[in-house]
């Protein structure tokens, strides 16, 4: 037997991002963003609409970063997205992160969040099913501390996911299977 929901953004585990982006001051502004996804191997897009702070900033710059955010960071990482950028200029100050400029993109790097995409912006998409953000990732970076052998180990990275049926974060730290591997024992 199945019990029927209430209907939510249902799909668990949702990533739980960290868009940066500079101000027009230069300071740094970031926000959480749970809709958000990898189109292509190098394009990503995130659900956000044009009233945050954040995506001002993008169109502006035509840049900002994604970054992962792990558990020891989340305090931190619920604080950007329970604070608006439009009301609190030094939102980002007030986390006590810290940021550094990204190497290919005109867009800060949270240096505390393990794994950075930095992103050149290519389009708003505002129709009735577009995404908002659509990006094209130019720069990867990790933070050495998450990479063995020169790849970088998820369960070291801790990242976190949002569940949105209880709206809380959980750590995806166990590897569990072999992609492209595992399911091949029941092909014939």
Same mark, same amino acid.
């Given at each position: #037997?199945?019990?029927?929901?209430?209907?939510?953004?249902g799909?668990?585990?949702m990533p739980v991002l960290m868009v940066a982006t500079y101000n027009e001051d230069g300071s740094v502004n970031v926000m959480n963003a749970a809709w958000g996804t990898m189109q292509e191997r190098d394009t990503v897009a995130l659900n956000l609409t044009e009233t945050h702070k954040t995506v001002q900033n993008i169109k502006a710059r035509g840049a900002f970063t994604v970054s992962i955010a792990d558990a020891a960071h989340m305090v931190e990482a619920d604080y950007f997205g329970v604070e608006s950028g439009n009301k609190v200029g030094d939102k980002f100050a007030r986390s006590g992160l810290t940021a550094s400029k990204a190497?290919?993109?005109d867009a800060p790097v949270i240096n505390e969040f393990p794994i950075c995409l930095?992103?050149?912006?290519?389009?708003?998409?505002?129709?009735e099913y577009g995404c908002?953000?659509?990006?094209?990732?130019v720069n990867v970076t990790a933070?050495?501390?998450v990479m063995v052998?020169?790849?970088?180990? #998820?369960s070291k990275v801790n990242a976190i996911a949002f569940d949105p049926y209880t709206h809380g974060y959980y750590?995806?730290?166990?590897?569990?299977?072999?992609?492209?591997?595992?399911?091949?024992?029941?092909?014939k």
């Open positions: #037997m199945r019990t029927k929901l209430k209907n939510t953004e799909i668990f585990p190497e290919a993109v930095e992103c050149k912006f290519i389009e708003y998409q505002n129709n908002g953000v659509i990006g094209k990732v933070d050495e501390s052998d020169g790849k970088i180990d #998820m750590k995806v730290t166990e590897r569990v299977g072999e992609a492209f591997r595992d399911g091949l024992k029941l092909k």
